[in-house]
């Protein structure tokens, strides 16, 4: 009998490919989820079984993991506006989640942290979940972190800045990354799992340069367009206002892109899709809901 698994962070860009392709699989699923109405995120896909519970309050997912055999989560603050911090969501929420993990049944627990962390330790994102990275690998559950280079949902921003005929960039546009679609990404972190991968890095199967990506977006949307370099004392400058007048769960993302596009992010090739076609299938979505 295939095993039981627990998807938390399932309702982001990542967490819904990997219930889709665990239940190809024709594995048992239960995920959970904050409230009732997310549910019907779910419709079609055969769900076994949802549970209702908030990963930061810990007296609200008491018996998630009962019964269940492998854990996999994705969970972070992307941009909730709850009040709540990195630290409280991407390590202590996980934290939450390893401790129903270790009074259950699971023989294995899988988190996805990002690739590169060692070159941006000063980010709170990073922080937090490098935090529970270790955490979880001095705990006596099994377990596997993934590290994957960039979602292709993370490059939407340049998409977006190409409606406007201009990209723009932060110093030469020349560092590389090689980023992964959710599908792809997630087949790899089911097949992490079966494997028992303690870690894994994870890119896309095709490496781009940041000056490739702004014309690939130009090039999706048919217009003609101007990648704009800026120097990097003005993203210094950028990061710093945000952080002194917002709050980090607003900055926290900003920052990360800013400084990851100022690093080479090139990594193990996975997969088949391509970032050409994920932009021109987000183009002719747009065009066909402003219509």
């Avoid at 006596?140 to 998409?159: A, H, N, Q, T, Y």
């Avoid at 990594?267 to 183009?283: H, I, S």
């Amino acid at each position: 009998m295939k095993e039981k698994v627990l998807v938390a962070g399932a309702t982001g860009y990542l967490g819904k490919y990997v219930v889709s392709e665990l239940k190809k699989r024709h594995y048992w699923v239960r995920i959970l989820i904050r409230k009732e109405s997310q549910k019907k995120l779910f419709d079609g896909v055969g769900v076994d079984d949802f549970f209702v519970g908030q990963i930061t309050q810990p007296q609200t997912i008491k018996g998630v993991a009962d019964g269940i055999d492998w854990v996999f989560t994705s969970v972070g603050i992307t941009r909730q506006k709850d009040g709540l911090t990195y630290l409280d969501v991407d390590y202590q929420g996980n934290m939450n989640l390893l401790a129903e993990a270790e009074q259950s049944t699971v023989t294995w627990f899988s988190y996805v942290s990002v690739l590169g962390a060692e070159k941006l330790p000063q980010l709170k994102i990073i922080q937090a979940k490098e935090k529970f990275v270790s955490a979880l690998q001095h705990a006596k559950m099994p377990s596997g972190i993934i590290r994957p280079s960039g979602f292709f949902g993370d490059l939407v921003e340049v998409l977006d800045m190409a409606k406007s005929k201009k990209v723009y960039l932060f110093g030469s546009g020349e560092y590389k990354i090689n980023p992964i679609s959710g599908h792809d990404l997630a087949i790899v972190c089911v097949d992490s799992m079966e494997q028992k991968r303690a870690e894994i890095n994870v890119g896309g199967p095709k490496v781009y340069s940041y000056n490739e990506i702004g014309q690939i977006a130009f090039d999706a949307l048919g217009v003609t367009g101007k990648i704009v370099h800026l120097p990097i004392w003005l993203k210094n400058a950028t990061v710093s206002l945000l952080r002194t007048f917002t709050s980090s769960k607003f900055y926290g993302p900003y920052e990360f892109f800013l400084n990851a596009m100022l690093l080479d992010g090139v990594t193990d090739k996975y997969g088949t899709e391509l970032l050409e076609d994920f932009y021109r299938e987000e183009a002719s979505r747009a065009q066909k809901k402003n219509k």
